[in-house]
């Protein structure tokens, strides 16, 4: 299963794809987030998906770039609540151009994600319109409860996995399912992948927020630490809580109330505090753990072990990013 192949064919069908429109204030915006170099994780899943089930996986190519313009509207909006002044390495939209441009731009992407859906029969467009209506409502809701945490402080572990599994890992089961059901795999098997993605959606997550702290920041993309500046509940910080002495626990409260103009020393502190009871080798056990529930659902799904195989070796990629 070369990876490679799926992204080339969807970078070529992004580029036939004219968003040259007036007016460009609107559309420009648009162009220029989906420019921006990514991985395109979720649209290669679409396509991978679909070549499980069949030699033409470029079926798949409407509904991937749906799941990437949708994609990419949640990332514009959620720059602009997160006050976020980097995407990718590069300014983000509301930075570039202005706050009104990322909403309306935004909006935008969803309503075109929605029109990709037009390119199939009736049958398959009713099916990939109810489980990307459920999805978009999902990622809604997990955007409320992460907006929520930020004024509660008496979020638990459950609550934060729940969180991350609505707002990042359904779009990732959806994607992968929307391959097969574009490709009219069994119901069963199209539920099997959508399971896979749903817990390697939660370790990718994880992964993200461990790196969000104590990732590389010439190869992350983002800035680093912007989950502290932030003061986002992660993994990270909430089991800090459950292992941290009462005095640290304090320490910790008192950082995280803090909006600074300079966040240099209060990275270093919470750094300092996760190290000290030793949270990434915790996170790293949970990134492990669902990774492993992910990888154990495949052993049911009617395909042949070289797939199955390479969509297990996706997975142990995307969970040993270093970057």
């Known amino acids: 299963m070369d990876l490679s192949i799926f992204q080339q064919e969807f970078l070529n069908y992004k580029e036939s794809q004219n968003l040259t429109r007036e007016p460009k204030n609107l559309y420009e915006p648009i162009q220029y987030i989906l420019s921006l170099e990514s991985k395109k994780i979720r649209p290669i899943l679409s396509l991978m998906a679909a070549g499980l089930f069949s030699s033409d996986y470029k079926k798949a190519l409407p509904a991937a770039y749906?799941?990437?313009?949708?994609?990419?509207?949640?990332?514009?909006?959620?720059?602009?609540?997160?006050?976020?002044?980097?995407?990718?390495?590069?300014?983000?939209?509301?930075?570039?151009?202005?706050?009104?441009?990322?909403?309306?731009?935004?909006?935008?992407?969803?309503?075109?994600?929605?029109?990709?859906?037009?390119?199939?029969?009736?049958?398959?467009?009713?099916?990939?319109?109810?489980?990307?209506?459920?999805?978009?409502?999902?990622?809604?809701?997990?955007?409320?409860?992460?907006?929520?945490?930020?004024?509660?402080?008496?979020?638990?572990i459950e609550e934060y996995i729940k969180m991350i599994s609505l707002k990042t890992s359904v779009l990732i089961g959806a994607a992968l399912k929307m391959g097969a059901i574009v490709t009219e795999a069994n119901e069963k098997d199209a539920d099997i992948l959508y399971h896979f993605g749903l817990n390697l959606g939660i370790a990718f997550q994880l992964q993200d927020d461990y790196l969000d702290t104590f990732g590389n920041p010439e190869t992350f993309g983002k800035q680093v630490g912007g989950d502290i500046i932030e003061n986002k509940k992660t993994y990270l910080y909430l089991k800090s809580l459950k292992l941290a002495s009462n005095e640290d626990?304090?320490?910790?409260?008192?950082?995280?109330?803090?909006?600074?103009?300079?966040?240099?020393?209060?990275?270093?502190?919470?750094?300092?505090?996760?190290?000290?009871?030793?949270?990434?080798?915790?996170?790293?056990?949970?990134?492990?753990?669902?990774?492993?529930?992910?990888?154990?659902?495949?052993?049911?799904?009617?395909?042949?072990?070289?797939?199955?195989?390479?969509?297990?070796?996706f997975g142990k990629a995307l969970m040993t990013r270093n970057v």
């Not at 049958?123 to 997990?142: P, R």
């Open 66 to 156: 749906a799941i990437e313009m949708f994609h990419n509207f949640t990332l514009v909006h959620d720059d602009i609540m997160d006050d976020a002044p980097l995407r990718r390495g590069k300014q983000t939209v509301h930075e570039k151009w202005d706050i009104n441009s990322g909403i309306l731009s935004g909006d935008a992407m969803l309503i075109l994600a929605y029109q990709y859906f037009e390119n199939y029969p009736a049958e398959i467009f009713q099916k990939l319109a109810k489980l990307f209506s459920k999805t978009a409502i999902e990622v809604c809701d997990g955007q409320q409860l992460d907006v929520d945490f930020e004024t509660r402080n008496d979020v638990s």
């Open 249 to 313: 626990v304090d320490v910790l409260n008192n950082l995280y109330q803090s909006k600074l103009e300079e966040n240099n020393e209060k990275i270093k502190e919470v750094k300092q505090l996760f190290n000290k009871y030793e949270i990434p080798t915790h996170i790293k056990e949970q990134i492990k753990c669902y990774s492993e529930k992910a990888f154990s659902v495949l052993e049911d799904i009617n395909i042949s072990e070289d797939a199955k195989n390479g969509l297990l070796q």
